[in-house]
């Protein structure tokens, strides 16, 4: 049997147990999903490895503990600076990351963008800001304090800090932070984001399942919206073929894992 675990702090609000664990069902496999919180990071792959795991996803805040516990790194995630998926090869534990990806297959709906602003500058909007700039869609960090956007400026980015920031026009506004999850606060001040919707066409927020102020905002300013929930959906979906060496078919897993989200 393979036995597969979500890796977090906390872990027990994570729907990719049930996720994983329909489309094993589905699919007549051998095998089991569980939830481990991972308190002190420095025992991640120690815990990966005592409890005898054939992969895991790595969430909120390990993402980049397990990139430096891993015995290789993809390129992608490596350019990334996070890993949120662990696949036994051998005796090797292999990190790759496909939040990035499953972002991309999110906003494939919107159509033509030609540039982004991502408000944030965490793990999320590293994989954001790295997948869009290779699918030659010109990303603008902007991040309310400075000491973040330093990867980004060193990495090539155009980054700005709230002070340094002057409106343009961008096709695409995407919410990385975490303002909205817990409280219904905004991601910049109201008049610059109103004043940014105003040119652009389309808004992404990567939390899920609720109407957050961000999201209320756009649908004011009739922009094309969509939530965090079909970018969960994508990276499992890429995640669970990881495990299994890219044998089953996507659509396929997508249709199994999407009853996880109606439950
Ligand atoms: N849908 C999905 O599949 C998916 C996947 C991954 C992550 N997520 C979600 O993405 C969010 C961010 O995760 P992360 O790992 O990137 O977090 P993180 O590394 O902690 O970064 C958070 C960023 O948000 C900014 N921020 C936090 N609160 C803010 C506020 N009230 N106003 C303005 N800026 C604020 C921080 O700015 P400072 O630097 O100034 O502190 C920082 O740049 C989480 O809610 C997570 O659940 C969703």
Known sequence: MKLFSIFGNPVSHSISPKMHNITINDLNLDACYIRTRI?????LMDTFHAIKLDGANVTVPHKEVALY????????????????TLVKKGDKVIGY?????GFYKAIESFGKINNALILGAGGTAKAIATILRDKNIHPTILNRSKNRIDFFLNN??????WESFDI??????????????????????????????????????VIYNKPTPFLQLAHKNNLTCKDGADMLLYQGVLAFNLFYDNKFNLTQIETSMKKAFKL
């Open 156 to 161: 090539d980015f155009e980054a700005y800090d």
């Open 69 to 84: 516990q891993s015995d290789a790194v993809d390129s992608f995630a490596s350019m990334i600076g996070a890993v949120n």
């Open 97 to 101: 990351n496909t939040d990035a990806p």
């Open 168 to 205: 343009a026009k961008f096709d695409l506004i995407i919410n990385t932070t975490s303002a909205g999850l817990s409280d219904e606060t905004l991601p910049l001040q109201e008049s610059m984001l109103s004043a940014l919707m105003k040119n652009a066409k389309f808004a992404f927020d």
């Open 39 to 43: 308190e002190d990071p420095s025992t």
